[in-house]
């Protein structure tokens, strides 16, 4: 877990919708925000995304701070590509189960005894995991990644070894897997589930790659964020049941109103399904962090550049 300074105390302005867009003409800066954070932040995102689209926004942005409301990982990827400039996230315990499930010493240990493989992580890692790696991907990428290496190419795929499942079922390689997971993918209850399916039948599954195979099995259509959101808008059904964090559903009944949405429900009577790091943005802590430039995301130079490169690689490899 990361650790964060008392927040500065500071009264907050009533409209902290206007006081936000003041901030970014003030600071020259871009707010980048992931599907799963609160309805408020991507309403007033100026790019909304998907791991690969904040990726590739970040390496594009001439502005000069960059407030990412997403978890660690994201603003660290975004300060890999961005060394020169101001790197603002709203909360610094805003990390990742995924990325805590993969400590760099033990990933170091293992990637060790299997010296001719190559490394593809994904890119929901720490800086430190991504400087290990040769090749970064993301859910929307994965699959095309892997497809351009050579076949005789051993690999490591790390963290997330649901992932990395569905990555071999649809290339047909035989791929070293890191155990690693996500712990809002791993909440979805198979048995709920097929049981929301029996009372819509006329509903389709869709859902992203991080969840367990057994969930999967049932999915009529399996991608990344942006992948379901696109989906939903141009499949002739109206009700669907939606297996993954339910912040992507505010987009999904944005872009398709009439349709309906349901959240795929977690095991037990709770909102597991929720990403609890990424709830810990918030509205008033975004408008904190750009007014008082903090918190602020750092790395040294020698991580930056070693994780720069396998990031560089996947971009390249997704156009």
Request: charged share 20%; proline share 7%.
């Amino acid at each position: 877990m990361f650790t964060t300074a008392a927040p500065v105390k500071s009264a907050l302005p009533r409209d902290l919708f206007g006081a936000i867009a003041d901030l970014k003409r003030e600071l020259n800066a871009v707010v980048l925000a992931h599907y799963y954070q609160d309805p408020d932040i991507q309403d007033i995102a100026d790019y909304l995304g998907d791991s690969l689209g904040l990726s590739q926004q970040a390496a594009q942005t001439d502005a000069e701070v960059i407030v990412f409301a997403g978890v660690h990982f994201m603003a660290e990827t975004a300060k890999i590509l961005n060394p020169n400039k101001l790197v603002l996230l709203p909360d610094l315990n805003a990390g990742c189960s995924l990325a805590d499930s993969c400590p760099p010493d033990e990933f170091a240990k293992f990637k060790a005894k299997y010296p001719d493989h190559l490394v593809i992580s994904y890119i929901n890692c720490t800086a430190d995991i991504k400087a290990m790696s040769d090749i970064i991907c993301t859910s929307a990428n994965a699959v095309k990644i892997v497809n351009q290496i050579p076949s005789d190419q051993p690999i490591i795929f790390a963290p997330d070894r649901n992932l990395g499942k569905y990555v071999m079922e649809q290339t047909g390689r035989d791929i070293v897997l890191w155990q690693g997971s996500c712990m809002v993918h791993e909440t979805f209850s198979e048995k709920k589930m097929v049981q929301l399916k029996i009372q819509h039948p006329e509903s389709e599954v869709i859902a992203h790659p991080e969840c367990e195979e057994v969930v999967l099995r049932h999915a009529d259509y399996i991608g990344s964020t942006t992948a379901l959101l696109n989906y939903c808008q141009k499949s002739d059904r109206q009700c669907f049941i939606v297996v993954t964090e339910p912040g992507i559903i505010h987009q999904m009944q944005k872009a398709a109103p009439d349709k309906q949405f349901i959240p795929a429900p977690p095991m037990n009577n709770c909102a597991c399904n929720e990403c609890p790091h990424m709830r810990l943005n918030t509205l008033e802590k975004l408008y904190l962090a750009m007014k008082h430039k903090t918190p602020e995301i750092t790395l040294p130079e020698s991580t930056r550049i070693a994780a720069l490169r396998p990031i560089q690689k996947m971009l390249a490899m997704s156009v």
